[in-house]
C-alpha cells in the first residue's frame, strides 16, 4: 500500500528539508526519482517513486542507478532548479500532496534556437539578474501519482506524466483540491483512520541483524520495507516479462536455425542436378521442342528417369541451368555453414544474457537490462556508420554521403577489403568485407555493385560504370573534398538496377 497522509507528516518532519540545497536530481526509471540535498552536516538523498500501490517519498541510503540515457523529466528539473535552495516543504492538508518552494539565484531562460532567433530581432536580449521560484508538487495518489514543477503562479512547466485530458500539462495551470481547515474532531478521526504503522516485525529483524547500530528511524523503516517487499514484486514481474522476451527471440532464433539446417539438407543432394545435366547431354538428341520433359534411361541406375526442361531452349542450354544450379548449391553449402555458424553464436549469445539478466536481483538494474534487449535497431548505437548487410555470410557495408565514406575508410575497412564506386556520379561507398582465402563471388560483387547505384545519384538513370578494387590501392586526393581517394589496379563493372535485387538486398540490413 502508498504511505497515508499522517505518514506523510512525519516523514517530512523527519527529512527536515528547509534550508537545503538541492545538489542533484536523478530519474533512474519511469515511475521514480532521486533528490539528492545537502545543508551542513546533513545529505540527503529523497526518493520519490510513483509506481501504483507503493507511492512513497522518504529518504534512502541506496545507491540510486542513474539511466543510461537522459529522460525529459529530469533534465528538466536538472536545468531548472539543480543549485536552488528549498525554502519550505509541507504537504497541502491531508491530501496526500507534498509542495516544495524552491528559490534559484541568477535566473537563465532557455528557449528554442528558433524563438530565440525571433526574440534577436525584436529586441536584443540582456541578463536577467532576478531570482526564480518554482514549487515543486508531488502527488502521492496510489493510481493517480504525478510530479509537477511550476512556476510561483501555478503554471505547469513540465511533468512527470503528461496527462493532456486531465489538464496535467504544460502550460495549464495546476488544478488543487480546494484547502479546508480541519476541526479536531476530523483530525482525530482522520487519525485513526489512517494510523501510521510501526513497521513492528522489520525493525526487530533489523535490531537482531545490526545490535550495534541505533533505532530505525521511521523513513529508514519506510524505505526498507518497500525496497524489500515492493521491490520483490517488481522483481517478480520484471522476470515474467524477460522470460516472455526469451522465448520469444529464442523461438524466432531456432526457427531460422532449422531454415538454415533444412537448406543445407537440400543443398547437400547437389550432385543430382550435374547428373541431371550430364543426361539432358546424353540425350539432347531426343528433345521434340514441345515437351516439358525429357524422358530417358538413367545410365547409372538403369531406370526410367524424368527431366523438367524448357522446350524453348536447346540441349546445352537445359543441360548448362542444371549444372549452374549445381554450382550455386555446392558453393552455397559452404556459406549456409557460415550462416549456421553465426546462427548457434546467436543463441548461444542470447543464452548468456538471458542467464545474466535472471542473475540480477537489482529491479532497476534489470529494467534497465530489459529496457537495452527491447530497443528497437534503429536506435541500437552501432560500431561504425553506414549501413551493414549480411548476404551468404559476406559482410557489405555502404557509406552514404562524404562524412560516412571518409569513417569508414578511415576506422573500418582494411586493405584486403574491395571498394566499389559509380563512375562519373556522386555517390556513397561500397565495402566488401574481406574473408581470409575466400574469392568475392559473383552474385556477391553484383549485389554490391547494384548498392552503389542505387544510393547514387545514377539511381534514376537505372545504370552505371563503377570501379572497384581494394581498400590498399586507394590513395587520398590531396585538397580535395572529404573522403575522396583515388583508385589505382581498378577493374571495370558495368550495373543495371534490378529493383527486385535492391527489395531483397535492403530486407537484409543488419
Given at each position: 500500500?502508498?504511505?497515508?497522509?499522517?505518514?506523510?507528516?512525519?516523514?517530512?518532519?523527519?527529512?527536515?528539508?528547509?534550508?537545503?540545497?538541492?545538489?542533484?536530481?536523478?530519474?533512474?526509471?519511469?515511475?521514480?526519482?532521486?533528490?539528492?540535498?545537502?545543508?551542513?552536516?546533513?545529505?540527503?538523498?529523497?526518493?520519490?517513486?510513483?509506481?501504483?500501490?507503493?507511492?512513497?517519498?522518504?529518504?534512502?541510503?541506496?545507491?540510486?542507478?542513474?539511466?543510461?540515457?537522459?529522460?525529459?523529466?529530469?533534465?528538466?528539473?536538472?536545468?531548472?532548479?539543480?543549485?536552488?535552495?528549498?525554502?519550505?516543504?509541507?504537504?497541502?492538508?491531508?491530501?496526500?500532496?507534498?509542495?516544495?518552494?524552491?528559490e534559484k539565484a541568477g535566473?537563465?531562460?532557455?528557449?528554442?534556437?528558433?524563438?530565440?532567433?525571433?526574440?534577436?530581432?525584436?529586441?536584443?536580449?540582456?541578463?536577467?539578474?532576478?531570482?526564480?521560484?518554482?514549487?515543486?508538487?508531488?502527488?502521492?495518489?496510489?493510481?493517480?501519482?504525478?510530479?509537477?514543477?511550476?512556476?510561483?503562479?501555478?503554471?505547469?512547466?513540465?511533468?512527470?506524466?503528461?496527462?493532456?485530458?486531465?489538464?496535467?500539462?504544460?502550460?495549464?495551470?495546476?488544478?488543487?483540491?480546494?484547502?479546508?481547515?480541519?476541526?479536531?474532531?476530523?483530525?482525530?478521526?482522520?487519525?485513526?483512520?489512517?494510523?501510521?504503522?510501526?513497521?513492528?516485525?522489520?525493525?526487530?529483524?533489523?535490531?537482531?541483524?545490526?545490535?550495534?547500530?541505533?533505532?530505525?528511524?521511521?523513513?529508514?523503516?519506510?524505505?526498507?520495507?518497500?525496497?524489500?517487499?515492493?521491490?520483490?514484486?517488481?522483481?517478480?514481474?520484471?522476470?515474467?516479462?524477460?522470460?516472455?522476451?526469451?522465448?520469444?527471440?529464442?523461438?524466432?532464433?531456432?526457427?531460422?536455425?532449422?531454415?538454415?539446417?533444412?537448406?543445407?539438407?537440400?543443398?547437400?543432394?547437389?550432385?543430382?542436378?550435374?547428373?541431371?545435366?550430364?543426361?539432358?547431354?546424353?540425350?539432347?538428341?531426343?528433345?521434340?521442342?514441345?515437351?516439358?520433359?525429357?524422358?530417358?534411361?538413367?545410365?547409372?541406375?538403369?531406370?526410367?528417369?524424368?527431366?523438367?526442361?524448357?522446350?524453348?531452349?536447346?540441349?546445352?542450354?537445359?543441360?548448362?541451368?542444371?549444372?549452374?544450379?549445381?554450382?550455386?548449391?555446392?558453393?552455397?553449402?559452404?556459406?549456409?555453414?557460415?550462416?549456421?555458424?553465426?546462427?548457434?553464436?546467436?543463441?548461444?549469445?542470447?543464452?548468456?544474457?538471458?542467464?545474466?539478466?535472471?542473475?540480477?536481483?537489482?529491479?532497476?538494474?534489470?529494467?534497465?537490462?530489459?529496457?537495452?534487449?527491447?530497443?528497437?535497431?534503429?536506435?541500437?548505437?552501432?560500431?561504425?556508420?553506414?549501413?551493414?548487410?549480411?548476404?551468404?555470410?559476406?559482410?557489405?557495408?555502404?557509406?552514404?554521403?562524404?562524412?560516412?565514406?571518409?569513417?569508414?575508410?578511415?576506422?573500418?575497412?582494411?586493405?584486403?577489403?574491395?571498394?566499389?564506386?559509380?563512375?562519373?556520379?556522386?555517390?556513397?561507398?561500397?565495402?566488401?568485407?574481406?574473408?581470409?582465402?575466400?574469392?568475392?563471388?559473383?552474385?556477391?560483387?553484383?549485389?554490391?555493385?547494384?548498392?552503389?547505384?542505387?544510393?547514387?545519384?545514377?539511381?534514376?538513370?537505372?545504370?552505371a560504370d563503377l570501379y572497384?578494387t581494394q581498400v590498399k590501392?586507394?590513395?587520398?586526393?590531396?585538397?580535395?573534398?572529404?573522403?575522396?581517394?583515388?583508385?589505382?589496379?581498378?577493374?571495370?563493372?558495368?550495373?543495371?538496377?534490378?529493383?527486385?535485387?535492391?527489395?531483397?538486398?535492403?530486407?537484409?540490413?543488419?
Amino acid at each position: 500500500m502508498s504511505l497515508n497522509c499522517n505518514e506523510i507528516d512525519l516523514i517530512l518532519s523527519e527529512l527536515d528539508l528547509n534550508g537545503a540545497f538541492v545538489q542533484e536530481v536523478v530519474q533512474p526509471n519511469f515511475n521514480s526519482l532521486a533528490i539528492y540535498t545537502y545543508k551542513p552536516g546533513q545529505p540527503k538523498t529523497i526518493f520519490i517513486s510513483l509506481e501504483a500501490g507503493a507511492c512513497r517519498i522518504c529518504e534512502t541510503r541506496r545507491k540510486i542507478t542513474k539511466n543510461e540515457k537522459p529522460l525529459r523529466f529530469n533534465e528538466m528539473l536538472k536545468s531548472k532548479i539543480k543549485g536552488a535552495r528549498i525554502l519550505n516543504c509541507q504537504q497541502l492538508g491531508k491530501e496526500r500532496i507534498i509542495k516544495i518552494d524552491l528559490e534559484k539565484a541568477g535566473a537563465i531562460y532557455v528557449m528554442p534556437q528558433a524563438q530565440e532567433h525571433a526574440a534577436k530581432k525584436a529586441k536584443s536580449l540582456q541578463n536577467d539578474d532576478e531570482d526564480e521560484f518554482f514549487s515543486l508538487y508531488i502527488r502521492l495518489w496510489s493510481n493517480a501519482g504525478n510530479i509537477f514543477l511550476c512556476d510561483k503562479e501555478g503554471l505547469i512547466l513540465d511533468s512527470f506524466y503528461r496527462r493532456p485530458a486531465k489538464g496535467e500539462k504544460t502550460g495549464e495551470i495546476l488544478a488543487l483540491p480546494e484547502e479546508k481547515a480541519l476541526s479536531e474532531g476530523e483530525l482525530s478521526a482522520l487519525n485513526e483512520k489512517f494510523p501510521l504503522r510501526d513497521f513492528e516485525e522489520l525493525a526487530a529483524d533489523y535490531a537482531e541483524k545490526h545490535p550495534d547500530y541505533p533505532n530505525l528511524t521511521f523513513n529508514q523503516k519506510v524505505d526498507l520495507f518497500y525496497s524489500e517487499n515492493a521491490a520483490q514484486t517488481s522483481l517478480e514481474s520484471l522476470l515474467e516479462q524477460a522470460e516472455k522476451w526469451y522465448q520469444s527471440h529464442k523461438s524466432r532464433q531456432i526457427a531460422a536455425l532449422d531454415r538454415l539446417k533444412e537448406k543445407r539438407e537440400s543443398f547437400k543432394n547437389a550432385a543430382q542436378y550435374k547428373h541431371q545435366g550430364d543426361l539432358i547431354l546424353a540425350y539432347g538428341y531426343a528433345l521434340d521442342g514441345n515437351s516439358n520433359f525429357l524422358e530417358c534411361e538413367d545410365f547409372e541406375s538403369g531406370r526410367k528417369v524424368s527431366i523438367k526442361i524448357d522446350p524453348k531452349k536447346s540441349a546445352q542450354e537445359n543441360a548448362a541451368a542444371y549444372y549452374e544450379t549445381y554450382k550455386k548449391q555446392t558453393s552455397g553449402l559452404e556459406n549456409l555453414d557460415y550462416d549456421i555458424e553465426a546462427a548457434e553464436k546467436a543463441v548461444a549469445e542470447l543464452e548468456a544474457q538471458y542467464a545474466k539478466i535472471t542473475a540480477e536481483k537489482n529491479p532497476i538494474k534489470l529494467e534497465q537490462i530489459l529496457r537495452k534487449t527491447q530497443k528497437p535497431k534503429q536506435q541500437e548505437k552501432k560500431a561504425h556508420p553506414g549501413l551493414d548487410f549480411l548476404i551468404d555470410g559476406w559482410q557489405i557495408i555502404v557509406g552514404r554521403d562524404a562524412s560516412e565514406n571518409d569513417d569508414l575508410l578511415r576506422h573500418t575497412v582494411k586493405g584486403s577489403d574491395m571498394w566499389l564506386h559509380v563512375r562519373d556520379y556522386h555517390g556513397g561507398y561500397v565495402f566488401i568485407k574481406n574473408r581470409p582465402g575466400k574469392t568475392v563471388p559473383l552474385e556477391i560483387l553484383l549485389a554490391a555493385g547494384n548498392l552503389a547505384v542505387y544510393f547514387s545519384k545514377a539511381r534514376k538513370n537505372g545504370k552505371a560504370d563503377l570501379y572497384y578494387t581494394q581498400v590498399k590501392h586507394l590513395r587520398r586526393a590531396k585538397n580535395a573534398p572529404k573522403g575522396t581517394v583515388l583508385p589505382t589496379n581498378e577493374k571495370n563493372l558495368f550495373i543495371k538496377l534490378d529493383e527486385a535485387k535492391i527489395r531483397e538486398i535492403l530486407a537484409r540490413i543488419e
